[in-house]
C-alpha cells in the first residue's frame, strides 16, 4: 500500500469532487457568510463578532469584512450591546434567515442526489467513513 500514492488520489478527487458535484453551494455552508448565517442561527439568531472569530477560525478582521459585506446585503444588524455599550451583537434579520434556508435547501438537495446515486448500501458506507474521519480530526484540532 503506497501510502502516498493514495493521499495523492484523494486529494484530486476531493478537489474534482468540489469543481464537478459541489460548484462551491455545500463549501459556502462551511465558510464565510452561509457559515455565519449558520452559527447564528444555531445560537438563537445573535452573537458577537469575537464567537464568530473564533468558530471559523479566522481573524476578527476576516469577519469583519464577512459582517459588512452582509450588513450590506441585509442578512444581518448590529447592535450596541445593552449591557456594555463597548461590545456590538449581531443579529440575523428575515432576509438572511431567508437566505439561508434556500442555500441550505439546495445544498440539501445536492446531497440527496448523491445519496440516491450511490443507493442505500453505498450511502451508509460513505457516511460512517465521513463520520470517523470527523470525530478522528475533532479530537486532533
Known amino acids: 500500500m503506497d501510502v502516498g ?14 469543481r464537478a458535484v459541489d460548484n462551491g453551494d455545500i463549501a459556502r455552508l462551511a465558510r464565510g457568510e452561509l457559515f455565519v448565517l449558520n452559527f447564528l442561527e444555531e445560537r438563537g439568531g445573535s452573537a458577537y463578532p469575537g464567537e464568530i472569530s473564533e468558530a471559523m477560525q479566522v481573524s476578527t478582521a476576516r469577519v469583519a ?7 450590506n446585503k441585509g442578512w444581518i444588524e448590529r ?3 445593552e449591557s456594555d455599550s463597548r ?18 435547501l439546495e445544498a440539501l438537495s445536492k446531497m440527496r442526489e448523491i445519496l440516491d446515486f450511490l443507493g442505500e448500501e453505498d450511502s451508509a458506507e460513505l457516511l ?3 463520520k470517523r474521519i470527523i470525530d478522528e480530526y475533532k479530537h486532533k484540532y
Open 79 to 81: 447592535h450596541t450591546d
Open 87 to 104: 461590545y456590538i451583537s449581531v443579529t440575523i434579520t428575515v432576509r438572511g434567515k431567508e437566505e439561508f434556508a434556500e442555500k441550505s
Open 5 to 18: 500514492k493514495m493521499a495523492e488520489d484523494l486529494l484530486k478527487m476531493r478537489l474534482d469532487y468540489l
Open 128 to 130: 460512517r467513513i465521513q
Open 65 to 71: 469584512a464577512i459582517l459588512r459585506s452582509m450588513k
